[in-house]
């Protein structure tokens, strides 16, 4: 049995809810996205089916907004229970974004009431739809503004220590810190591809299930589309965030790749097991790779986590969450041209349908996407330690010393478990009780299943 560790279980805890919140965070950031292009293209084109969507999508968006207000509010609790002495120090830096977040949820909370009780009551559709923008706004400026915690966590400026009073603090200066650029890029890119893979997944379900009316297929190609678009910006700027790393963490980037020693040339290493004195067998090693991701140069050189000592270096499991992050990131995009190649093929044989091998990926891309988010979380905090504060403090000096930790853990384990459970029963009762077909026949709307 575990010896009872304050620290230990601080990170445990607060692990188990930021890898539940990610989860409705997640949605919560990119489903308003999905929405409000899904109603662009209702109204532009004339078609109810995208508003629909719009409609429906916008119904079970409420509900994980509101479990991410449990769990937002459970972040910010622990925050000051479980890290007092690390909030003693950073607080005073991080109060401006944190509170400016705070803003933003209310901001996008009263715009979102105002969309969802307004539909059909203007006589110009496109008013409704341009209240969905500030939702959009509210909803990206609230990860934005909680992802510069994160980045300042990892790159902290702007202030002084004195002991442990912080003197000289320059909040814009410590919002605006080397890592917030590319950490909350890719914070809110990687979100609006997750949300479109979850409702790709969802879609793909139905056509699996045998529903073949064109409602689905519209919102199977709307999803894909956006989910290719979003999933090359991803790309694009995890190499901007591999070049960070390489200028400002080299010891997070070498414990992820396994590259020990100081090299040009450096290859990117994938998958692999490793052996005494740090050996590496039945990797794929991708000549260069690694010089042109931290550099952009094939023969450039990357510094290497011997440069780094030992009690400073991150765990070295990071590295399997770095290659199944960037694994389900590069099998999305295949996917999505595969998809949009079959679709046009498809459509060309007279209105085959789409294979059921490939719909069985589609729905799977959906839970990976989101384990690709998690994945990318882990690999983020783990890939700090032993920092708290890089440079500053150490994630065990931050910890709270209470002999209680152990069972707020288990509490908190017991109140993620009825949320999930009840988020699920509410969201499968509310779909499947009030069929996407029953509300086009109850509103009236034409268009049966695709001939």
Known sequence: MMSYDPAVYSRILTGLTLGFHIIFATIGVG???????????????????????????????????????????SIGLQLNLLWPSFMQIAGQAIALPLFMETFAFF????????????????????????ISIPVIIGSSASAFFITIVNAFMNTPQGFKLSGRTIIDIDPIVAMFNPATPTKTAHVLSSAYMTSAFVLAAIAAVALLAGKRHIYYQKALKLTMVCGLIFSLS?????????????????EKLAAAEWHFETAEKAPLVFGGVLGENNEIRYALKLPYALSILAYGKPDAVVQGLNETPK??????????????????????????????????????????????????????????????IECGWIFAEAGRQPWILRGYMKTVHGATTSANVDWMLL??????IVLGFTVWIILRRMFRSYTPEQELEQNGIEGGPHK
């Open 31 to 73: 489903v308003p996205v999905m929405i409000a292009i899904a109603e662009f293209l209702g109204i532009k084109r004339k078609d109810p089916h995208y508003t629909l969507l719009a409609r429906r999508w916008a119904r079970g968006f409420v509900i994980t907004v509101a479990v991410g207000v449990v769990t937002g509010t």
């Open 234 to 250: 991803t790309a694009f700027i995890g190499d901007l965030s591999g070049k960070f790393l390489a200028e400002y963490q080299p």
């Open 411 to 416: 509490l908190f384990s017991l109140l993620y």
């Open 107 to 130: 901001f996008e909370a009263i715009f979102l009431g105002i969309y969802l009780y307004t539909w059909d009551r203007f006589r110009n559709p496109w008013t409704h739809f341009i």
């Open 311 to 372: 009690e400073l270096r991150p765990p070295l499991y990071i590295h399997y969450f770095f290659d199944i992050m960037v694994t389900i990131g590069g099998l999305s995009i295949v996917l999505c041209i595969a998809y949009l190649w079959i679709n046009r093929k498809s459509r060309q044989n007279t209105g085959k349908p789409l294979p059921r091998w490939l719909l069985r990926c589609i729905v799977w891309s959906g839970p990976l996407a989101m384990l690709a």
